[in-house]
């Protein structure tokens, strides 16, 4: 892979949100689970240990000054009654957020039934909709699985040159992934939080389009459909958002991968309902230490 040397992009900016709109605050999360389905996948540690259940508890505190009456999630749509009939065990007690719980797992790879309940959904959305007091969580999500099938087998199977032509700088997921690790094993949720949400870090993903746009062969199109389904997830996620609010009353704080913020900021900005709104505001300088038991 070749090694970046510098990276010149456009710096996208948070539009300014009119009266009329709905705020969604778009705020970029790591899987806490480790589902192991990411492009780059950090390498979490158990947030079940007390001290990231107070750092977590801390976070949740300033991200509940939002105030958003929707806390929506990265969960399949179509399971919302099981994601809140297992919200509500958390709500009454009958869970605790430290505790190693066997749930129903969303992902068909995963093995461990005891790794869902470390998922950020649980840790940071569950417990800030609990302390809302929001009867209900929305997930949003329509998952799809991107770089498989006949069509990318039948590159393969042909042997289909899918090299870079141009060399240009580019992003390096080892790179990436290290950086993360480190990253977070220094830093306190918060402190991370405040990392993956600035600027610099949200274009970690942006890797997807050098790696499928290169993808194809005559009438066959693998990587830019990978991509077009990449862009179907997201838009499937923006508009399940605008089912589930009302009016311009409604203010929503929307928990997801990181990876899915600078193209999610861009959906929402052109759907005139909507405006992203960056959590940075809600999410303090933090000095960064170690979290150990």
Known sequence: MLRPKATARKTPTWPTPTPEQVEVIVLGTYHMDEPGLDKVNVAADDVLVSTRQRELSSFVSHLAEADPNVVAVERPAEQAETVNALYERYRDGTYAYDGEHELEPPHPEREDPTMECRSEV?????????????????????????????????????????????????????????????????????????????????????????????????????????????????????????????????RVLFLVGSGHVHVLRHLLTEFPQFCPVSPLRYIPHEEETPSTE
Not at 168 to 196: F, G, I, M, Q, W
Not at 206 to 234: I, V
């Open 122 to 250: 649980v840790q940071v959305g569950f417990r800030l909709a609990e302390r809302l007091g929001h009867d209900r969580i929305l997930p949003v999500d329509v998952p799809e699985m991107l770089g498989e099938g006949p069509d990318f087998d039948e590159l393969d199977e042909r042997g289909v040159d899918t090299s870079p032509k141009v060399d240009v700088p580019r992003l390096d997921e080892e790179t990436l992934k290290t950086k993360a690790d480190e990253r977070l094993a220094t830093s306190t949720v918060t402190a991370y939080h405040r990392y993956l949400n600035e600027e610099a870090a949200l274009h970690a993903n942006d890797g997807m389009f050098d790696e499928f746009l290169r993808h194809g062969d005559g009438d066959n199109y693998a990587g830019p459909d990978a991509l077009a389904t990449w862009y179907r997830r997201n838009l499937r996620m923006v508009h399940n958002i605008w089912r589930a609010v009302d009016d311009s009353g409604d």
